[in-house]
C-alpha cells in the first residue's frame, strides 16, 4: 500500500525555492561586503595621500619642531653715555660657575661639595637649577663673579666636578655707584605684568628688562636680539647635536645730555646743602632741622636739555643686577628711610613757596591787574576778610613796585595783587598763567613715572570737595585761597622739574621745551647715528615790557643788597657772568619748611638754570640758595667752595 505526502507534489516545488532565495542572500552579503571593503581601502589610500601629498610640508615641519629646540641667550645691552662719551652704563664680563642638571642628578653629592667650595648656601644652588626660567639643555649658571682662585681650583680638579664648568657671563655695570642712579634707573627680570604686553616683541620669562630711569626709558634702544642655538635632542630631551647658532645683535647705545662731571658737582652740592641744614638750629621748632630729602636739576633752556638730575636719598643700581633680596627691596621702600628709590625731581610734589611769584607777576601784568611801576605801601601785613596775612616776620618793606617787590620778596605785593586779581574770574587769572607756563601737567620728559602736580581753581575744588568730602571738606573759593595761591602756597603742588622748565621758559623769552635727557642713539653694528630732536611744547607771548621788569625783579634777588639771595651770592662775578633767581620757602602742615631755590644765567643769553628743593631744610635763602651757588660756581671755571649757611634772610 502506498502512502502519500500530505503536501502531496507541492513540497519539491518549496525546497527548490527556499534553495534559490538562500543563494540570492549570500550573493547580496557579500556585495555588501565587498563595497564596505572597497570603501575602506578607498579611505585608506585618501588618508595616505591626504598625510603624503597634501599635508606633508606641515607635518614635516612639526616633526622638525618635536626633535629640535630653540635655546635664547640674551644679547648684551647697549652702553649708556654720558654728552661727551664717558661711559656711565657699561657690560662686563663675569666669570660664572655652571652647573649640568643631568651631573646634579647623578652625582647627588655634587651641589654640597660645590657650594661648600664657593661658600654659598646649598639651598640657594639648588633653587637656581630649580628655577625654570633657565633652559632645560643647558647647563645653568649658579653662582657668578666667582673668585679666581676658585676658578683655578675648579678647572685643574675637573673630575672631580662632573657637569661643572666656568663661563664668561655679560652683566650690566653701574661703574659710577650711586651717581646719576635715579636718572640712569636698573634693570631686573621681567615679570608677568610686564612680559604679557611684550611677548610679540620677543620677550621670554627671565629676561632682563629696565625697571626704572634711562634702562626703561629707552629699553627697547638698549635691547638686542638673543643668541638662538638649534639642539637636536632625543625622545627623552636628551642633546644630541647642535644644529646651528645664530648670532646675538647687541643693544645700541644710547647717548645722553647729562654731563657727568656736573652731575657728581650737583649731587655733591646738594649733599652738603643737606648736611649742612641738619646741623642747624631751627628757632621755629626748637630743634634741628631734619633735612632728609632733597634735588637738584640743571637744564638747558635753549632746547630743554638736561644737564643734571640729582635726588637724595639714593641707591646703588648694583644691588639689582641679577636681582634684589625682598628685605633689601622692603629697606629701600621704607618711608623711615624717605623711599630712596623715588626720583623727587619727577615724583615729589611741593609747594613752590614764593618761587611761585614769576607766575602770579605774569597773571597780574597780563591781565593789567598791576603795571611794571604800580607802587604799594608793604606794612608787612595785610587784612582780607577776617583773616591777616603777613610777610616772613612781619617785616615791612615800604615802597615797592614790582622788580623791588621780587627781590625782596615782599608777600604783602602779592597779596594784594592775589586779592586784585579773585576779582577776574573765567578763565581765573593766576591758575591760567600757571597752566600756560607748564604747571598742573607733565613736561613731556621721556622718563617714567612722572607726576603732573596740581593747580588749584574754584572749579577743580568744587570737583574735590564732591568726589571727596570728608578729604576736601570746602567746596567754595575765597578770596584767601587766591590770596594764598599768589604766594605759592594753598594746595598748589609743582614737581622740581616743573619749577626748572617753568623758569627754563621764561629765561628764554618764552618757549616751553620739553625737558630731555637722550641725545643720540648708536646703532653699534652699522654706526648709524639717529639724533634725538628736542621738542616744543608750547609757546608763551610776554607783552613788551612785562618780561623786562620781572627779570629786573629777579635780577635784584642776587644783586642787591637787600635782595633775598645776596648773600649767597655774595662775591660771585655777577659782572662777568649775570644772575637771575629767585628764593622760595614752603610752609607744610606739621614740618619744617620745604628751602628753594631757581637761578638761571648768564641773563643776556641763558645757557643754564639751576634749582634746588630741600625738604625740612629751613629758608631757601639760607639753604637752597648756597647749594645753587656752589653749582653756578662749578659751571662757569670757578673752584666750587663748600656749601655754607647763610644768615637768615626774608623770603
Not at 16 to 22: A, I, L, S, V
Not at 36 to 61: G, I, N
Not at 354 to 373: H, W, Y
Not at 480 to 509: E, I, M, R
Amino acid at each position: 500500500m502506498t502512502t502519500r505526502s500530505l503536501w502531496g507534489d507541492a513540497r519539491p516545488a518549496w525546497s527548490e525555492r527556499r534553495g534559490r532565495e538562500r543563494r540570492d542572500s549570500t550573493k547580496l552579503r557579500m556585495a555588501i561586503l565587498g563595497v564596505v571593503v572597497l570603501s575602506l581601502f578607498a579611505t585608506m589610500l585618501a588618508r595616505l595621500w591626504y598625510l603624503q601629498v597634501l599635508a606633508a610640508p606641515d607635518l614635516r615641519v612639526e616633526a622638525t619642531t618635536n626633535s629640535v629646540r630653540l635655546v635664547y641667550t640674551e644679547a648684551p645691552r647697549g652702553k649708556i653715555l654720558d654728552r661727551n662719551g664717558d661711559i656711565l652704563v657699561d657690560n662686563r664680563s663675569v666669570p660664572t660657575v655652571v652647573v649640568e642638571r643631568e651631573a646634579a642628578r647623578e652625582h647627588p653629592d655634587l651641589i654640597p661639595r660645590l657650594a661648600a667650595l664657593l661658600g654659598k648656601p646649598r639651598i640657594d644652588l639648588e633653587r637656581r637649577l630649580q628655577d625654570e626660567r633657565f633652559s632645560q639643555f643647558k647647563p645653568v649658571p649658579v653662582v657668578d663673579d666667582v673668585p679666581k682662585e676658585k676658578v683655578v681650583f675648579l678647572r685643574e680638579n675637573q673630575a672631580a666636578f662632573p657637569g661643572v664648568d666656568v663661563v664668561q657671563i655679560a652683566q650690566r655695570d653701574y661703574s659710577h655707584g650711586t651717581l646719576a642712579a635715579h636718572l640712569l634707573g636698573y634693570v631686573g627680570e621681567i615679570n608677568d605684568e610686564e612680559l604679557e604686553p611684550r611677548r610679540t616683541q620677543g620677550y621670554r620669562g627671565g629676561d632682563t628688562i629696565g625697571k626704572s630711569g634711562v634702562e626703561l626709558a629707552y629699553e627697547g634702544a638698549l635691547r638686542g636680539e638673543a643668541q638662538v642655538e638649534k639642539l637636536q635632542v632625543d625622545s627623552q630631551g636628551r642633546v644630541l647635536r647642535s644644529l646651528g647658532i645664530q648670532p646675538a645683535v647687541p643693544g645700541h647705545d644710547v647717548q645722553l645730555t647729562i654731563d657727568i662731571k656736573t652731575q657728581a658737582l650737583a649731587e655733591e652740592s646738594l649733599k652738603q646743602g643737606l648736611d649742612t641744614a641738619r646741623e642747624t638750629w631751627d628757632p621755629e621748632q626748637l630743634k634741628r632741622y631734619l633735612a632728609p630729602a632733597g634735588s637738584v636739576v640743571v637744564e638747558d633752556p635753549r632746547d630743554g636739555s638736561i644737564l643734571a638730575m640729582a635726588s637724595f636719598p639714593t641707591y646703588d643700581p648694583k644691588e639689582f643686577v641679577n636681582g634684589i633680596s625682598t628685605e633689601r627691596f622692603r629697606q629701600l621702600n621704607d618711608p623711615a628711610g624717605y623711599y630712596p628709590l623715588n626720583n623727587r625731581v619727577l615724583q615729589g610734589l611741593y609747594a613752590p613757596g614764593s618761587t611761585f611769584k614769576l607766575v602770579t607777576a605774569i597773571a597780574g601784568l597780563s591781565r593789567e591787574a598791576v603795571a611794571p611801576n604800580t607802587t604799594i605801601n608793604d606794612t608787612g601785613s595785610l587784612v582780607v576778610g577776617d583773616r591777616v596775612f603777613r610777610n616772613a616776620f612781619s617785616t615791612p618793606h615800604g615802597s615797592v613796585n614790582l622788580a623791588r617787590a621780587l627781590a625782596v620778596s615782599s608777600d604783602v605785593y602779592f597779596y594784594m595783587l592775589g586779592e586784585k586779581l579773585d576779582e577776574q574770574r573765567k578763565p581765573f587769572p593766576i591758575p591760567e598763567a600757571a597752566r600756560s607756563m607748564g604747571l598742573g601737567r607733565v613736561t613731556g620728559i621721556e622718563l617714567p613715572f612722572e607726576l603732573d602736580g596740581w593747580v588749584p581753581d574754584p572749579d577743580n575744588k568744587k570737583q574735590r570737595n564732591a568726589e571727596n568730602p570728608l578729604a576736601f571738606p570746602f567746596g567754595d573759593w575765597f578770596t584767601g585761597d587766591n590770596v594764598n595761591l599768589s604766594v605759592g602756597q594753598g594746595d598748589l603742588v609743582v614737581t622740581p622739574l616743573q619749577l626748572t622748565n617753568l623758569y627754563a621758559t621764561f629765561a628764554n623769552g618764552g618757549t616751553e621745551w620739553a625737558p630731555h635727557v637722550g641725545s643720540s642713539i648708536r646703532d653699534v653694528m652699522t654706526g648709524e647715528v639717529e639724533a634725538i630732536a628736542p621738542r616744543q611744547a608750547a609757546k608763551v607771548n610776554f607783552a613788551p615790557g612785562h618780561r623786562d621788569a620781572i627779570l629786573r625783579g629777579l635780577q635784584g634777588v642776587v644783586s642787591t643788597e637787600d635782595g633775598t639771595g645776596y648773600g649767597a651770592f655774595s662775591g660771585f662775578p655777577l659782572t662777568q657772568f649775570a644772575l637771575a633767581g629767585k628764593t622760595g620757602t614752603a610752609e607744610v602742615n606739621e614740618k619744617q619748611e620745604t628751602a628753594l631755590f631757581v637761578g638761571f644765567g648768564p641773563v643776556e643769553a641763558p645757557r643754564y638754570v639751576v634749582s634746588a628743593v630741600m625738604e625740612e631744610a629751613g629758608l631757601g635763602s639760607s639753604a637752597a640758595a648756597p647749594v645753587v651757588r656752589r653749582i653756578f660756581d662749578g659751571l662757569i671755571g670757578n673752584p666750587p667752595r663748600p656749601v655754607t649757611r647763610v644768615a637768615n634772610r626774608i623770603d
